[in-house]
């Protein structure tokens, strides 16, 4: 195939796709340009909302923790550790689909299946810094009150600290870590925007899972194209592409 | 031309890669982008930028340009979008430039709401400078 042909093709002219490709290919980018527009709403949403308050959570006190390290300050640690293991899934899923253009069965099974385990592992890590986010407990001022809060939809303890003269005034250790409470929409949104990301994940790893079980039933050995490894592809590296994109909002900036 | 051309609806098959060569060079690339980002942003969590906003906003954009890279490596090689016709291509990213005002417009919005609260409507000056610690009013004992 050369370029030259390419270009003086009649795309238009009919009998044929103007995409030059198949009917399910085309629909399934289309499905992840609204899928990128549906999650492109909840991100510029958050980012409106934060731009309306004066004072918003600082990502690197909230996210500071990594299993195994106790209270150490660790910001972005984990989080790095999330994103590399997505890349990777997705290099691992790159490969399923290359050896699928090349018939290869048995390379398709290796790199499906350790494209799912990439997709666990980072649905583990997910799992451990939500329960982590919920179950932490911080002190909070409120209305003169000490509370033990977690990081909730309903509750945000990452607000301004209380400074040292209030904390002797209510009787505490200066080196106390108190805060007040901070904008209430911050757990809405990151909770509601990676778990709307991590169930993603989850349907991609599902889609794979699939994949690999007709992948070894050798359904597509007997079609005569691994094309189905191709649409999955899309779909989990999508997902790979919005986690850059949560990364930046929600992390890095 | 390849013996597995999935339907009559393919005029020309991509001839698959010969090697993995470009897709472990992409995989670098991202790694390094992404180490960059957490560089910048590790800057950040330790405060090497003092507290100078504009070097910091400044940051924070270099931060978003690199991750517009990202995306953009991860559509065209890994999604294979830059080996499509360019009929396909156009047709993804065209409604895509919607964004571009919907960011701008949005977070202006955003900002809007925020001076409208800090002035009370413009009706008075601005309070966001003001250094706001909550429960002062609420303790015991104080004045509001």
């Known amino acids: 195939m050369s370029t030259t042909t390419v270009q003086g093709t009649k795309w238009w002219a009919g009998g044929k796709s103007p995409f030059n490709a198949t009917y399910g290919k085309v629909m399934m980018w289309y499905f992840l340009m609204s899928d990128a527009f549906t999650f492109g709403a909840f991100l510029i949403s958050y980012g409106?909302?934060?731009?309306s308050v004066n004072f918003w959570p600082d990502p690197n006190q909230v996210f500071n923790a990594f299993p195994g390290f106790g209270h150490q300050d660790l910001p972005l640690s984990f989080v790095s550790l999330m994103t590399f293991i997505l890349i990777f899934s997705s290099v691992t899923m790159v490969?399923?689909?290359?050896?699928?253009?090349?018939?290869?069965?048995?390379?398709?099974?290796?790199?499906?299946i350790l494209t799912i385990l990439g997709g666990i592992a980072f649905l583990s890590c997910q799992a451990w810094e939500w329960t982590h986010l919920i179950t932490g407990e911080h002190k909070v001022l409120v209305n003169g009150a000490l509370e033990t809060w977690g990081t909730t939809v309903s509750k945000n303890p990452w607000g301004p600290a209380v400074p040292h003269e209030q904390l002797s005034a209510l009787g505490l250790a200066a080196s106390e870590h108190v805060t007040t409470p901070g904008p209430v929409a911050f757990g809405?949104?990151?909770?509601?925007?990676?778990?709307?990301?991590?169930?993603?994940?989850?349907?991609?790893?599902?889609?794979?899972?699939?994949?690999?079980?007709?992948?070894?039933?050798?359904?597509?050995?007997?079609?005569?194209?691994?094309?189905?490894?191709?649409?999955?592809?899309?779909?989990w590296h999508f997902v790979d592409l919005v986690w850059v994109f949560v990364f930046l909002c929600f992390y890095l900036i | 031309m390849s013996n597995h051309s999935a339907t009559s609806e393919i005029t020309f098959e991509h001839a698959p890669a010969e090697n993995t060569s470009r897709i472990w060079k992409v995989f670098w690339l991202l790694s390094f982008l992404t180490a960059a980002e957490l560089l910048l942003?590790?800057?950040?969590?330790?405060?090497?930028?003092?507290?100078?906003?504009?070097?910091?906003?400044?940051?924070?954009?270099?931060?978003?340009?690199?991750?517009?890279?990202?995306?953009?490596?991860?559509?065209?090689?890994?999604?294979?979008?830059?080996?499509?016709?360019?009929?396909?291509?156009?047709?993804?990213?065209?409604?895509?430039?919607?964004?571009?005002?919907?960011?701008?417009?949005?977070?202006?919005?955003?900002?809007?709401?925020?001076?409208?609260?800090?002035?009370?409507a413009h009706s008075r000056p601005n309070i966001e400078n003001i250094k706001h610690h909550a429960p002062a009013s609420a303790m015991p004992g104080e004045k509001p």
Request: proline share 1%.
């Open chain 1, 95 to 112: 490969l399923a689909v290359h050896q699928g253009r090349h018939m290869n069965r048995k390379g398709v099974e290796k790199y499906m």
């Open chain 1, 188 to 235: 809405g949104y990151f909770f509601g925007i990676t778990g709307f990301h991590g169930f993603h994940v989850f349907t991609g790893v599902l889609v794979n899972t699939i994949m690999l079980i007709k992948t070894r039933l050798g359904h597509f050995d007997q079609r005569g194209h691994y094309e189905m490894i191709e649409k999955a592809g899309l779909y």
């Open chain 2, 41 to 120: 942003g590790y800057g950040h969590a330790r405060h090497w930028y003092g507290g100078n906003e504009g070097l910091i906003l400044f940051v924070k954009g270099v931060i978003c340009i690199l991750t517009a890279f990202k995306a953009y490596y991860i559509v065209s090689v890994f999604m294979h979008l830059g080996d499509e016709v360019r009929n396909l291509i156009m047709t993804i990213v065209t409604p895509l430039l919607l964004f571009v005002w919907f960011i701008i417009a949005f977070l202006w919005d955003g900002d809007s709401w925020k001076t409208l609260r800090n002035t009370d």
């Open chain 1, 48 to 51: 409106t909302i934060r731009f």
